[in-house]
């Protein structure tokens, strides 16, 4: 599906040229951040356009001071509701359905992977306990929404950075409105989405198979490795390797059939 949001490109905001081309990955999340900058009144945007630009410049200054080849971000979600393009190439990417390999959510041990490889928004301010002002939230869920829709990601798959890294970010309020933020970006993209998957909390009759990822993928994974299979790497990713593990387990408790599929007796078995 085409890419819906409204954001101002690199080119717009006179961003500096990238030190490099970025490979081009599939993405199975939409990461949140927030940028802990200073709130209202004393956003460093102001809520305004030019100031939104003047943001997007400093924070690409700061990364390429960190060593970094671009911004590290897909997008930029400022006070005032606009959504700046981060790192150069992202809207040609998720235009095609993928993400170029950024650098905002580094894998941590024991946390979610590949958040690098999936677009990362930042929001101007910190959420640890402000809430967000309504221009901001509704463009958030517009960016989230097109994103979903055009690359295929759930709205149970916005995540917060603190799945993948060992961070406060995107600050306590922000991490806690993500029920309400997987909701209302259902809504808009007119998909059924129950509360257990809003909450990321499984209900008694759900299933995990190859394809799935999260945090529940990532609790199966270490469950599965206490009872002697390893699904490979801990990293949240249903795949060929925790499928494999599933059948060698399923075997072992005489669960038929072994198939692979983390039905509710296999889920009563492992205790998940």
């Given at each position: 599906m085409p890419f819906t949001a409204k954001v101002m490109t690199t080119a717009e905001?006179?961003?500096?040229?990238?030190?490099?081309?970025?490979?081009?990955?599939?993405?199975?999340?939409v990461i949140?951040?927030?940028?802990?900058?200073?709130?209202?009144?004393s956003d460093p945007s102001r809520g305004t356009r030019d100031g939104a630009i003047k943001h997007a410049q400093r924070i690409q200054k700061d990364h390429f001071s960190r060593g970094w080849s671009d911004s590290g971000h897909n997008f930029l979600n400022t006070t005032g509701g606009f959504v700046l393009e981060g790192r150069t190439g992202t809207l040609n990417a998720v235009n095609q359905g993928l993400c170029?390999?950024?650098?905002?959510?580094?894998?941590?041990?024991?946390?979610?992977?590949?958040?690098?490889?999936?677009?990362?928004?930042?929001?101007?301010?910190?959420?640890?306990?402000?809430v967000m002002g309504n221009a901001q939230w509704a463009s958030l869920v517009d960016l989230c929404a097109a994103l979903c829709e055009a690359c295929n990601v759930g709205p149970e798959n916005i995540r917060g950075h603190r799945e993948f890294s060992n961070t406060q970010?995107?600050?306590?309020?922000?991490?806690?409105?993500?029920?309400?933020?997987?909701?209302?970006?259902?809504?808009?993209l007119g998909v059924a989405l129950t509360p257990a998957?809003?909450?990321?909390?499984?209900?008694?009759?759900?299933?995990?198979?190859?394809?799935?990822?999260?945090?529940?993928?990532?609790?199966?994974?270490?469950?599965?490795?206490?009872?002697?299979?390893?699904?490979?790497?801990?990293?949240?990713?249903f795949g060929e390797n925790t499928k494999a593990a599933v059948v060698a387990f399923q075997k072992d408790f005489g669960i038929k059939p072994a198939n692979g599929v983390v039905d509710p007796?296999?889920?009563?078995?492992l205790g998940l």
């Open positions: 905001w006179h961003a500096k040229p990238p030190l490099n081309a970025f490979a081009l990955r599939t993405p199975k999340y949140v951040h927030h940028t802990a900058d200073q709130n209202p009144p170029v390999q950024s650098a905002h959510a580094a894998q941590d041990p024991g946390r979610l992977a590949q958040g690098n490889e999936s677009p990362g928004i930042e929001n101007e301010g910190n959420f640890m306990t402000f970010c995107p600050g306590d309020w922000l991490f806690g409105q993500l029920p309400r933020l997987r909701q209302d970006v259902a809504t808009k998957k809003a909450f990321d909390k499984p209900t008694a009759a759900d299933s995990f198979r190859i394809g799935d990822a999260g945090p529940m993928v990532l609790v199966l994974q270490r469950l599965l490795l206490g009872k002697g299979h390893s699904a490979g790497a801990i990293d949240g990713i007796k296999t889920r009563k078995a």
